[in-house]
């Protein structure tokens, strides 16, 4: 999607090392989501911010919004092979009086044992 | 709590034919959303339910369409296969309206191959 643009396409890192994915919107967003996939398999929820200076964590992960930037981070600290797979960010913008998720082009992250 | 399900996994058909998807929302979930993720254009969006209604559309031809159940479980059906239709078709539930700062949950896809 041309509306969220996430950043980098692909990381290769070494295991334990921390890594960061941006996602940044072009237009007003209603709340950020990250999600994570398998290839091949459906998407699993990681976390949903909704206001600026949100900052959520879930165990080595933790993401953050910058509402101003209108830009979203995705930390992980201490990476392992587990963390391996795409990551994706979805915003929530208006479509009409809906709303409706548009998604970034995500982000394939591999971690070397 | 069962996660979103969805029938069949993996199909195969051939241009000209039809299909129809299935998906199963969280239990006391009523919005269901679908989508097609092909490795070209990424995930995109095509329609949203919730109760019943069609609240929301994606930039699909009229080929693809939809319909929710009163028990919330939602079918798509893609009329008329193009190659160009084969993708993973995911499905996805929400409490609440998607976009409205609700928790959308996937299910595993159906894998459709047009030949």
């Known amino acids: 999607s041309q509306e969220l643009e996430q950043s980098p396409q692909s990381l290769i890192v070494q295991e334990g090392k921390n890594l960061t994915i941006n996602c940044t919107s072009s237009?007003?967003?209603?709340?950020l989501y990250w999600y994570k996939q398998k290839y091949g398999e459906g998407l699993i929820f990681l976390m949903m911010l909704q206001k600026g200076g949100e900052e959520k964590s879930h165990e080595k992960i933790t993401a953050k919004l910058d509402e101003k930037k209108q830009q979203s981070s995705l930390h992980i600290t201490a990476s392992q092979p587990s963390h391996a797979g795409i990551y994706l960010c979805?915003?929530?913008?208006?479509?009409?009086?809906?709303?409706?998720?548009?998604f970034g082009s995500g982000t394939q992250l591999t971690v070397l044992p | 709590k069962a996660g979103v399900t969805q029938t069949p996994r993996y199909l195969i058909k051939t241009r000209g034919q039809q299909v129809t998807l299935s998906c199963s929302p969280i239990?006391?979930?009523?919005?269901v959303s679908w989508y097609q993720q092909t490795p070209g254009q990424g995930l995109q969006f095509l329609f949203e339910y919730f109760s019943e209604t069609q609240r929301n559309k994606g930039n699909f031809p009229g080929r693809f369409s939809g319909r929710q159940f009163s028990n919330s479980r939602s079918e798509m059906n893609v009329s008329t296969l193009e190659l160009g239709d084969s993708a993973l078709y995911l499905c996805a539930s929400s409490w609440g309206l998607a976009g409205f700062y609700n928790e959308q949950f996937f299910g595993p896809g159906t894998r459709l191959t047009v030949l």
């Open positions: 237009k007003t967003l209603y709340g």
């Open positions: 239990s006391g979930h009523r919005s």
């Open positions: 979805g915003a929530g913008f208006s479509s009409g009086s809906a709303r409706q998720l548009t």
